[in-house]
């Protein structure tokens, strides 16, 4: 079963969910866009991307090149340095994983800013929280990341790339989400 059809199946019967997706590094990606085409392309829900990892320039290159719909995703660069007087017109720029209000208070502007009932949030991913934070505030994080989801009444993905270490940070993780998909 491929990733697409994984992701499918496991969400089907849910309206608002919180899915934490475990990813082999190999098809990180891979998996990644091929949940965004799920969600923008197929079921036309505009959303939220959070990116610890891959600077805004280059995701919406990726999303590009993956024929998925910009224009329906807002960004929250987590790694980029916010740009001096620049404004970016789907973009908030926060320039570290370590500043968790920051980014807190983007997602809710973020996602209050998308004029739809229907719209998601995907975020990109816990290990690089892990590297900038303790993992009990990684832990409280994604707590409070999950309470605002389910105030939100919206669609919540957390990526989390697969390494034996995060294993006690998973199983504290997935009690906080709706379902679990390992790719």
């Known amino acids: 079963m491929g990733i697409k059809d994984k992701f499918k199946k496991e969400v089907k019967n849910l309206k608002d969910y919180i ?3 475990t990813v082999n590094p190999k098809i990180y990606q891979k998996s990644n866009l091929e949940i965004l085409n799920v969600l923008v392309n197929e ?4 959303g939220v991307y959070v990116t610890l990892n891959k600077p805004f320039d280059i995701m919406k290159r990726l999303l590009k090149q993956s024929k998925i719909d910009s224009r329906l995703v807002i960004f929250i660069d987590g790694i980029t340095k916010v740009p001096e007087n620049k404004k970016v017109k789907n973009c908030l ?3 570290s994983p370590e500043k968790l209000s920051d980014i807190s208070l983007a997602m809710d502007q973020a996602v209050k800013a998308l004029p739809t009932k229907e ?3 995907f975020f990109d991913s816990i290990n690089t ?5 303790k993992p009990g505030t990684v832990a409280r994080f994604v707590y409070f990341l999950a309470s605002k989801i389910r105030e939100w ?3 919540g993905i957390i990526i989390s790339v697969k390494k034996d270490s995060d294993e006690s ?3 504290e993780l997935v009690q906080f989400c709706d379902s679990r998909i390992d790719l």
Not at 129 to 133: A, E, I, K, Q, Y
């Open 19 to 21: 899915v934490l997706v």
């Open 43 to 46: 079921q036309k829900t505009p």
């Open 93 to 95: 720029f926060i320039g």
């Open 119 to 121: 719209k998601f949030i």
């Open 129 to 133: 929280l892990s590297v900038f934070n």
């Open 153 to 155: 009444k919206i669609k």
């Open 169 to 171: 940070l998973i199983n």
